[in-house]
């Protein structure tokens, strides 16, 4: 994760600055697309918000995963708004920085909400977490596990 935010600052939700190459080392990373006036989004956040819960806060020790949510809002305030009134205790792009069109054409985020699960350097693990978080619920994150290991062990 490092690669694809380095040089990038991002915030937690009391507005503080963090350091994307602490926060992600060595972590399945959730890319989460999503904006306040999309309904879908809107319905899925409560559900990733439980999710995200059970597995960094409720476990132990917690797993090592963290989600970045990149806003598709149309103001910082709506952003703001959105972050704070329904996710979870994690991290974001901030809505002034213009990478998130970049991370939107990486990987390839036509319409919102979009939960892309990455590994550390930012390689796929797949596009479908939505759908997987949906469907399998918890387990869906040691099959992640298991393919960035897999990752992993090739690249070495």
Same mark, same amino acid.
């Given at each position: 994760?490092?690669?694809?935010?380095?040089?990038?600052?991002?915030?937690?939700?009391?507005?503080?600055?963090?350091?994307?190459?602490?926060?992600?080392?060595?972590?399945?990373?959730?890319?989460?697309?999503?904006?306040?006036?999309?309904?879908?989004?809107?319905?899925?956040?409560?559900? $990733?918000?439980?999710?995200?819960?059970? $597995?960094?806060?409720?476990?132990?020790?917690?797993?090592?995963?963290?989600?970045?949510?990149?806003?598709?809002?149309?103001?910082?305030?709506?952003?703001?708004?959105?972050?704070?009134?329904?996710?979870?205790?994690?991290?974001?792009?901030?809505?002034?920085?213009?990478?998130?069109?970049?991370?939107?054409?990486?990987?390839?985020?036509?319409?919102?909400?979009?939960?892309?699960?990455?590994?550390?350097?930012?390689?796929?693990?797949?596009?479908?977490?939505?759908?997987?978080?949906?469907?399998?619920? $918890?387990?869906?994150?040691?099959?992640?596990?298991?393919?960035?290991?897999?990752?992993?062990?090739?690249?070495?």
């Amino acid at each position: 994760m490092v690669e694809v935010f380095s040089g990038r600052t991002l915030v937690n939700k009391e507005g503080d600055l963090v350091e994307p190459e602490e926060a992600l080392r060595n972590k399945v990373v959730g890319l989460y697309f999503s904006a306040g006036w999309c309904p879908p989004c809107r319905d899925f956040t409560p559900l $990733l918000c439980d999710f995200y819960t059970e $597995l960094v806060e409720e476990t132990e020790p917690p797993a090592q995963f963290e989600i970045v949510f990149i806003s598709s809002d149309k103001s910082t305030e709506d952003m703001v708004e959105y972050y704070h009134d329904m996710h979870g205790d994690w991290l974001a792009l901030p809505w002034t920085d213009p990478y998130k069109h970049e991370l939107k054409k990486r990987y390839n985020i036509t319409a919102v909400p979009k939960l892309v699960i990455v590994k550390e350097n930012g390689q796929v693990i797949t596009d479908k977490g939505r759908k997987q978080i949906r469907d399998q619920g $918890l387990a869906c994150f040691r099959s992640w596990i298991e393919v960035a290991e897999i990752f992993q062990n090739f690249k070495g």
